[in-house]
């Protein structure tokens, strides 16, 4: 109550904003409209409250007035909602958290780059409780937000008195302030500013912390979303990781810190630098092609060990994570990390290893085996023996073989019986070569059900033993670039699967007699016979799939299908990639026949003119959820053809020269596919402007956009708008092919899509 409370006349007669609660237990909240004295007579029966709460449940608010908009730097998410939906009120902290006026006096001289707030250290609290404003603002992504970093780093944990403080946290700051059981949005931009060419951002599909040489672009460093996953990694390449190291200002024991409160669970180093979160654009169809490790024809950085024995014991013991691509590395000296954590994916490709028992080794040091991926290697004997001793469940032996001048037998003894086949679930051994007896081992582990055997090669068994044949049931058997082998038909005799890959192969007839068995009729439902030279005749054999879902003929159409059959799989199927084909009045009825496809992809394929209107018939029209004709030179008037769509939520399209991406998008508007459209990605051989993006706010239901383009005009400024999906998470990606932005048409683009997910990169 005020007047128990001694406040002064002056401060309620003044007050502008008062406060309201209910009883003493609860909180305050904010008591809208005019409050005020009668008669200037300051007593609690002369109070007068819109709402006729009384005087003794009111404290007058204590108003702290920035100009957010003109002079704040950073912008947050949460104010600029407040302002979106309450213009007239002041912001409100509500929680536990305590923001006094020196303290936000502080924090508002950072927004504004005061450089008198700038030149002061920072007292052990101070950095905790500005962080904490922070978080409960939740920041978006600028150079300003880096820079407010860079400030906390110089004045708070390059300051070894309070770095101390912080570290040892004597009054237990951050455990109050924030939850220690997840990563730390908050406390992740410090990895973007630990060197001035560094700069850092989160990929949330493949739950890396990414750290990278600047370059010219404007992300959403996304790091908003580690909070959500459980084990991060910190990914960095050979170059960046040797930049950082050289930074004078450099302090492992920040690094440690920052790595303990961030909780990264494990490293990725290589060759690549990974520098924002893609929108990724899958095969509409879902057919997955993983990207594996290409070997680096460039000669290997050194990814020094000194980086790892120098990480603390407790982010030593909670590594889990650990891949090396195209990088020289001593794997002997980090023998001890893997006896002191619990290392559960382990990969190594194509980098500088003398001899493989230095990884294998490790490998059996592992408490947690769950996940061996070994590429580029020779093997000896007992790399080989120490794979099978372990309980790994998915392993990896890509490009890999046996040592010349050595010999692999398997152990024959009645009472012994090699660990992996209790737990092997997924073996790719593709691009290999390796004795069919160790193969005829690893085949038979009771839980296998997932196999990589492309391009591989059987090497004569060094031991006396007949090939057992196999009855399995497999989830995925992908034999791409089969290589003709009476091993692996042997082995294969009786078997089903889900999803069968047969692509690229040398010789398509080689692989005939797998369809002739008639063991997966009524299994496969996911059938990938891309690059090959199919016949129409072989048509036939494909419809002997009874179940068949989803049939993958990229770089595969016949090119005569004169008069198609009745096939089964017209009225089946669901989802067609016949990408990267010859479309011709000679096959084009093919893809005419199919009445209730959900998704098809012609992406980069040629399709003769006048066709495409024929192609997509009105039971496609009416089936379509997904379509891909990402590359395809498309008149206007096929364009027009899949507007009517209702269903269609997914559309990959290129753009016609000859007109806009706005004049596309206002059409879209007019058309039934404004409900239902979802994720747009457009390519345009052209410039786009300020208009070309506002067409897309009629398109409200959309998630994500992804726009590759020449160059970004700032045309139609006088059409600025700011968006409002209905999706929070709304994200738009633009790729341009001349990086032309400055910093003033970045702010403008900024404040168009402020509150959603918003990256503009070279292409």
């Known amino acids: 109550m005020n007047l128990r409370k001694n406040i002064a006349d002056d401060i309620l007669t003044t007050a502008e904003y008062w406060v309201y609660r209910s009883n003493e237990m609860d909180q305050f909240r904010f008591c809208s409209g005019r409050h005020f004295f009668a008669e200037n007579r300051i007593y609690p029966e002369f109070f007068v409250c819109p709402h006729a709460f009384s005087f003794f449940n009111h404290e007058p608010l204590h108003i702290f007035k920035v100009d957010y908009i003109n002079d704040w730097k950073i912008k947050f998410r949460v104010l600029n909602d407040h302002i979106y939906e309450n213009s007239n009120t002041p912001f409100l902290f509500h929680g536990s958290f305590d923001v006094p006026y020196p303290l936000f006096s ?22 905790y409780k500005l962080i904490k404003i922070l978080d409960l603002l939740r920041p978006i992504s600028s150079e300003s937000l880096n820079k407010f970093y860079s400030s906390l780093y110089r004045n708070g944990l390059m300051n070894s008195i309070v770095f101390a403080d912080i570290v040892n946290d004597a009054h237990n700051y951050r455990t109050r302030y924030f939850n220690q059981t997840r990563p730390q949005e908050a406390f992740m931009y410090f990895f973007g500013v630990l060197n001035p060419s560094l700069d850092a951002c989160f990929i949330p599909n493949i739950s890396v912390v990414s750290i990278f040489r600047k370059r010219n672009q404007c992300i959403d460093q996304c790091f908003r979303y580690t909070e959500e996953i459980q084990n991060l990694v910190l990914k960095i390449s050979a170059d960046s990781l040797e930049l950082l190291m050289a930074t004078p200002s450099f302090n492992m024991a920040i690094f440690n810190w920052l790595l303990s409160i961030t909780k990264i669970s494990g490293f990725y180093f290589d060759n690549t630098e990974c520098s924002f979160n893609p ?4 095969n509409v169809c879902g057919f997955i092609k993983i990207n594996v490790p290409k070997k680096s024809p460039n000669s290997l950085k050194a990814v020094s060990s000194t980086f790892l024995l120098d990480l603390s014991d407790v ?68 790399d080989v023996d120490r794979i099978l001793r372990s309980k790994v469940r998915i392993l990896v032996l890509d490009t890999c073989t046996i040592c010349k001048d050595t010999v692999w037998t398997p152990n024959k003894s009645p009472d012994f019986e090699y660990e992996i086949i209790h737990y092997l679930q997924t073996l790719n051994v593709s691009s290999s070569k390796l004795p069919s007896d160790l193969m005829q081992l690893l085949l ?3 839980n296998l059900e997932n196999l990589n055997i492309s391009c591989f090669e059987f090497l004569p068994a060094n031991s006396s033993s007949s090939m057992i044949g196999l009855k399995r049931k497999w989830n995925c058997l992908q034999i791409d670039k089969y290589i003709p082998s009476d091993y692996l038909k042997n082995l294969l005799m009786e078997y089903s699967v889900y999803s069968l890959s047969l692509c690229e192969s040398f010789i398509f007839n080689d692989i005939i007699s797998f369809f002739n068995t008639g063991y997966f009729n009524n299994s496969v439902k996911t059938l990938d016979l891309s690059d090959n030279s199919l016949t129409v005749d072989f048509l036939a054999i494909i419809d002997n799939f009874k179940n068949l879902k989803r049939l993958n003929l990229s770089a595969s159409l016949p090119l005569s299908i004169y008069s198609p059959s009745n096939y089964r799989f017209f009225a089946t199927l669901s989802d067609l990639d ?14 005419a026949c199919f009445t209730s496809l959900r998704s098809l992809n012609i ?45 269609l939520k997914y559309l990959y399209f290129k753009v016609a020269n000859d007109r806009s991406l706005s004049y596309y998008c ?11 459209l979802n994720v747009l990605n ?43 999906f209905f999706n929070p998470e709304f994200r738009l990606e633009l790729c341009l092919r001349h990086y032309n932005l400055d910093m003033y048409t970045i702010e403008i683009l900024k404040e168009m899509f402020q509150n959603y997910s918003f990256s503009i990169i070279s292409e």
């Open 106 to 127: 502080i924090f508002a001289g950072y927004m504004s780059c005061d450089p008198v707030v700038l030149s002061e250290n920072l007292s052990y609290e101070v950095f």
């Open 315 to 382: 982010n030593k013991r909670r590594i889990a994570h650990l891949r090396f691509i195209n990088v020289d590395f001593c794997f002997d000296k980090i023998q001890n990390i893997f006896k002191e954590n619990n290392v559960s994916y382990f990969e190594v490709a194509y980098c500088s290893v003398d001899e493989c028992h230095k990884i294998t080794e490790s490998l059996l040091k592992m408490t947690e085996q769950n996940i061996f991926k070994l590429r580029g290697v020779e093997m000896k004997p007992d």
């Open 279 to 282: 929108i990724k654009c899958p």
């Open 666 to 676: 206002d059409i879209l508007v007019l058309t039934a596919i404004k409900k239902s």
């Open 578 to 591: 016949v990408s990267r084909n010859n479309i011709t009045s000679t096959n084009f009825e093919f893809i």
């Open 444 to 446: 038979h582990s009771f």
């Open 682 to 724: 457009v390519e345009i051989d052209r410039n786009i402007s300020i208009d070309d993006l506002v067409s897309l706010n009629g398109l409200s239901n959309l998630s994500e956009v992804k726009i590759i383009c020449n160059a970004f005009l700032l045309v139609g400024e006088e059409n600025l708008i700011k968006f409002d």
């Open 603 to 647: 992406s980069e394929s040629k399709i003769e003119k006048g066709l495409f209107t024929k192609m997509l018939t009105v039971e496609l029209i009416a089936s379509l959820v997904s379509l891909d004709l990402s590359g395809v030179h498309l008149e206007f008037s096929d364009f027009k053809r899949f507007l009517p769509c209702k269903k």
